[in-house]
C-alpha cells in the first residue's frame, strides 16, 4: 500500500522568508508525486507534478520539489513567501494516471506579515 | 470553460436525514472522483466513475452511500440515512481520459447534527 507522510502540520514563516514543506512517501512501486493547494474558501488546485525526468520541478506561483527517490521525499520549496501564499498544502502521489489520489494529511502555511 | 462545480456548498442535517450531493464535472472529463475529507483527518478517496461506469469503489465507506453518474455527465452521492461521523468535506474532481491532473471542485461541507 502506498502512503504520504507531511511530518509539519503547521508552518509559520515572516513575510518574504523562505520556506520549505517536508514531505515523505511510501510505496513498494514507483508513484508519481503532486503538491496541491487549498486556500480559504476554495477548491485544490495542482501546484506541481512529478511524473519523470529532472528531479526539480516547478510549479506556479514560484514553488519548486525536489524529487529524492533514495530518501523517498518530494520537499516543497520556496525562496519568498507572500501573504497571499497562506494557505494549506497537500502532498500526494498517484500509482497510474487516472487512478485515484492518495494525499497527505496537509501542512497549514502561515505567513506573518 | 467552467470548472468542477458542485452543490450545495454547505449542508446541515440532522442525524438520519438523507442528503444528496451533486458533482459537475469539466465538460469532456470521462474520469470523475469523490473524496471526503473528515475534520482533522486526510482527504480519502471515496469512488471513481469512468463515465457512466463505476471504476473503483474501493474507499465507500458502507451501503449508506450511494453513488450515481447518469449518462456520464453529473454524478450524484447520497447520504441514507445520514449519521454524525459524515460530517466532512465532500470533494469532487473530474479529468480527461489518461490524464493525471484531476480538477478539484471547491467541495461541500456536510454537517450532520
Known amino acids: 500500500a502506498q502512503s504520504v507522510t507531511q511530518l509539519d502540520s503547521q508552518v509559520p514563516v515572516f513575510e518574504e522568508a523562505p520556506v520549505e514543506l517536508r514531505c515523505n512517501y511510501s510505496?513498494?512501486?514507483?508513484?508519481?508525486l503532486f503538491w496541491y493547494v487549498q486556500y480559504p474558501n476554495q477548491g485544490l488546485q495542482l501546484l506541481l507534478k512529478?511524473?519523470?525526468?529532472?528531479?526539480l520541478v516547478k510549479g506556479i506561483n514560484g514553488f519548486e520539489a525536489e524529487f529524492n527517490k533514495s530518501q523517498t521525499s518530494f520537499h516543497l520549496r520556496k525562496p519568498s513567501v507572500h501573504i497571499s501564499d497562506t494557505a494549506e498544502y497537500f502532498c500526494?502521489?498517484?500509482?497510474?494516471?487516472?487512478?485515484?489520489?492518495?494525499f497527505g494529511p496537509g501542512t497549514s502555511l502561515s505567513v506573518i506579515p | 470553460e467552467a470548472g468542477v462545480t458542485q452543490f450545495p456548498s454547505h449542508s446541515v442535517i440532522e442525524k438520519g436525514q438523507t442528503v444528496t450531493l451533486r458533482c459537475d464535472p469539466i465538460?469532456?472529463?470521462?474520469?470523475l472522483y469523490w473524496y471526503r475529507r473528515v475534520m482533522g483527518k486526510e482527504i480519502k478517496f471515496l469512488l471513481h466513475?469512468?463515465?457512466?461506469?463505476?471504476?473503483?469503489e474501493s474507499g465507500m465507506p458502507n451501503n449508506r452511500f450511494l453513488a450515481e453518474r447518469t449518462g456520464g455527465t453529473y454524478s450524484t452521492l447520497k447520504v441514507q440515512p445520514a449519521e454524525l461521523e459524515d460530517s466532512g468535506v465532500y470533494f469532487c474532481?473530474?479529468?480527461?481520459?489518461?490524464?493525471?491532473?484531476?480538477?478539484f471542485g471547491p467541495g461541500t461541507r456536510l454537517t450532520v447534527t
Open positions: 474532481a473530474s479529468s480527461l481520459h489518461h490524464s493525471y491532473e484531476q480538477y
Open positions: 510505496s513498494s512501486v514507483s508513484v508519481y
Open positions: 512529478y511524473l519523470s525526468g529532472s528531479t
Open positions: 500526494a502521489l498517484m500509482k497510474t494516471s487516472y487512478d485515484k489520489v492518495i
Open positions: 465538460s469532456g472529463h470521462d474520469n
Open positions: 466513475f469512468v463515465k457512466e461506469s463505476k471504476q473503483d
